[in-house]
Structure formats: C-alpha cells, structure tokens
C-alpha cells in the first residue's frame, strides 16, 4: 500500500553523493563548501553540475571567478565536511575553521581539499537560474585522485567510503559492490 508523503522530494532520491566543493572569492582567498546537488551532464566534453543556493558565499565566488573544484569526501572526514556546509564563507575563512587543507589545483586557481580522495577541476561555460539556485555547468579541465581510490578503473567505494547524505543530519556510506554482469 502507498500513501501521500509528507517528504521533500530532494530527499526522496537518497542518499545522494556529497561533495566539497571549493573556490575562490574576488580577492583570490579560498572557500569550501558542502553540496549534494551534483550530477554528470556529459561524457565528451567531460561536463559537471552543481547547484548552489544564489545567496550562498559559494554562489558570489564561483559566479565571479567562472570556476570550483569538485573535491569527494570520505566517512574519515565528516565532522569537517558538516562545518563546512553548516557555517558560511560570509562569515569567514572556512577552511581555517574546519581544518581542511587547501591546496594547489593544476589548472584552475580553486584550491583542491589535500583530505579529500578525488578532485575535478572545473571551469564555468554556463549557468541555469533554477528556482532558488543556479545550476553551474563546469568542464572538467584536470582530475586527480588518491592511488588508492581507483581500482579496475573505477572508484573503489569500498575502499575510500564517500560520504552519502540520506537527509537533515543523517549520512551513510556503502557497502557491497555489486558487478551486474553477475546477477
């Protein structure tokens, strides 16, 4: 039997991957952010999505430089990855808050999160008002990632334990791993 939900439909599609999303402002000082709202757009050109809520410090960072650093966080992180996205870059220098470490991105000026497993250096070719957000479509320009994160070409989940977001305060990671081919 179903019934009528009393759910916000972003959490109906849980748990959905979270990233830390890092920028820069006008004057160059790095940013961090929390985001779940990230989706793949395109293979080729390599093309990301995220949406950032327009009166976020986010939102003024990325609108201005025209680009961010999608960096995957993992379990091992989340007290970090919860200040980052529950305190405002209005306010002050996040990274130094949360003790996350930024540093130097190969081809873009955004720093990338050192604690983080994966990074995907983004440059802004356009940009969608939805609602309350605008949707920032970044071209993946550099990626890198930890040695240990990829194994058979793919994320080795896991291994690294990204970080899920079920909703509110409630996070979990995976588990099993599952090769369709053999079911």
Not at 94 to 99: D, W
Not at 101 to 109: D, F, G, N, Q, R
Not at 116 to 129: G, N, Q
Request: aromatic residues 4%.
């Amino acid at each position: 039997m179903k019934i009528e939900c009393d759910v916000r439909p972003n959490r109906m599609f849980a748990p959905q991957l979270v990233g830390l999303v890092s920028s820069i402002d006008k004057k160059g000082r790095p940013n961090v952010a929390t985001l779940t709202w990230i989706t793949t757009v395109s293979v080729d050109p390599p093309l990301i999505s995220i949406s950032v809520g327009r009166t976020r410090y986010t939102h003024e960072c990325i609108s201005s430089s025209k680009e961010f650093v999608l960096n995957l966080p993992t379990m091992d992180i989340l007290k970090e990855v919860m200040l980052a996205g529950s305190s405002s870059g209005w306010e002050g220098d996040k990274f130094e808050k949360t003790g996350l470490t930024p540093v130097e991105s190969i081809a873009v000026k955004a720093p990338c999160v050192k604690q983080c497993a994966t990074h995907l250096e983004c440059k802004v070719i356009d940009m969608k008002e939805a609602g309350d957000h605008t949707i920032f479509i970044g071209k993946v320009v550099a990626t890198m990632c930890n040695l240990e994160a990829i194994k058979d070409g793919v994320l080795d989940i896991s291994r690294i334990k990204p970080v899920l977001h079920l909703g509110g305060t409630f996070f979990t990671t995976v588990g099993e791993i599952v090769d369709s081919r053999e079911i």
